[in-house]
T-cell receptor, first 113, second 113 residues
Framework: LAKTTQPISMDSYEGQEVNITCSHN???????ITWYQQFPSQGPRFIIQ???TKVTNEVASLFIPADRKSSTLSLPRVSLSDTAVYYC??????????????FGTGTRLKVLA | GAGVSQSPSNKVTEKGKDVELRCDPI?????LYWYRQSLGQGLEFLIY????????KSGLPSDRFSAERTGGSVSTLTIQRTQQEDSAVYLC???????????FGAGTRLSVL
């Protein structure tokens, strides 16, 4: 079964680039890797999704190596409002042939002025 | 358009009572997911539906938990004979095909006294 790990917490200053890595082994070969942001008392909010190599959107980039055993979320020029918990989400194909979804352990990002 | 809607937003119940949690997915989304987030903890996958069918129920924590989906739309998560350890936020998400981006509701906060 897939296991995912992330750093527990990170601090950064406003305007800096932040990279958060999620390690995930045994993920489903045909599923995406997705990252979410969560604020207190809210549901997770979609940031970015990718399958392999690099994906970029208006808020983040996602780097996925060829072996797909990890992924790195890159947030350019963070601001105070980026203070939140960040999770990766991967699919895991289980012996019955169906899927489960495994969230990473979460990284609490604190952006300092 | 409307996002994923969950009701109630908060539920306080006594130990031993049954509770029903409701999820209204985004219109047209074929897949629906349930997760649980205990206080200060990460997100635990419970079950997913493709249409009205749940291919695997092994993620449900015990046989006191059940879930159903009707008409390819609304889903209900039922917890029978609630215990204090069931206290958590229950999150619902929906997506187009499985493996597409999951969009989350705000969750139902369940407190078992």
């Amino acid at each position: 079964l897939a296991k995912t790990t992330q750093p527990i917490s990170m601090d950064s200053y406003e305007g800096q680039e932040v990279n958060i890595t999620c390690s995930h082994n045994n993920i489903a070969t045909n599923d995406y890797i997705t990252w979410y942001q969560q604020f207190p008392s809210q549901g997770p909010r979609f940031i970015i999704q990718g399958y392999k190599t690099k994906v970029t959107n208006e808020v983040a980039s996602l780097f996925i190596p060829a072996d797909r055993k990890s992924s790195t979320l890159s947030l350019p020029r963070v601001s105070l409002s980026d203070t939140a918990v960040y999770y990766c989400l991967v699919g895991d194909k289980i012996p019955s042939g169906t899927y489960k979804y495994i969230f990473g352990t979460g990284t609490r990002l604190k952006v300092l002025a | 358009g409307a996002g994923v809607s969950q009701s109630p937003s908060n539920k306080v119940t006594e130990k031993g009572k049954d509770v029903e949690l409701r999820c209204d997915p985004i219109s047209g989304h074929t897949a629906l997911y349930w997760y649980r987030q205990s206080l200060g903890q990460g997100l635990e996958f419970l079950i997913y539906f493709q249409g009205n069918s749940a291919p695997d129920k092994s993620g449900l924590p015990s046989d006191r938990f059940s879930a159903e989906r009707t008409g390819g739309s609304v889903s209900t998560l039922t917890i029978q004979r609630t215990q204090q350890e069931d206290s958590a936020v229950y999150l619902c998400a929906s997506s187009y095909p499985r493996a597409d981006i999951q969009y989350f509701g705000a969750g139902t906060r369940l407190s078992v006294l």
